[in-house]
Nanobody, 120 residues
Framework: QVQLVESGGGLVQAGGSLRLSCAASGSIFSIYNMAWYRQAPGKQRELVAGSTRGGSANYADSVKGRFTISRDNAKNTVYLQMNSLKPEDTAVYYC??????????????WGQGTQVTVSS
């Protein structure tokens, strides 16, 4: 089976920074796209940033210039560096990865979510 384990969430004041990490493990043949989503209370889950295996990245307009997604393919890990945090960034952040397993099946997998709270 495949698991995504997230870390790095917490409480930070506005203007501060956090770095989220997500490590994939299990019966992994290859990891394709990896991404970070977030979901605030009462709202739908939205894409924050995505990264291809080759390193091409895309960002939501609301975080562009403040957040940076990166990955270490050797470690099966994706990161999200969050700078200049705002209260509106408060949400549960979820890691997502498109993975082909050794059973020759490609699926999307999700982490358990990590809480990010930005106080004003």
């Amino acid at each position: 089976q495949v698991q995504l384990v997230e870390s790095g969430g917490g409480l930070v004041q506005a203007g501060g920074s956090l770095r989220l990490s997500c490590a994939a493990s299990g019966s992994i043949f290859s990891i394709y796209n990896m991404a970070w989503y977030r979901q605030a209370p009462g709202k739908q889950r939205e894409l924050v940033a995505g990264s291809t295996r080759g390193g091409s990245a895309n960002y939501a307009d609301s975080v562009k210039g403040r957040f940076t997604i990166s990955r270490d393919n050797a470690k099966n890990t994706v990161y999200l560096q969050m700078n200049s945090l705002k209260p509106e960034d408060t949400a549960v952040y979820y890691c997502n990865a498109n993975i082909r397993t050794w059973s020759y099946t490609t699926n999307d997998y999700w982490g358990q979510g990590t809480q990010v709270t930005v106080s004003s």
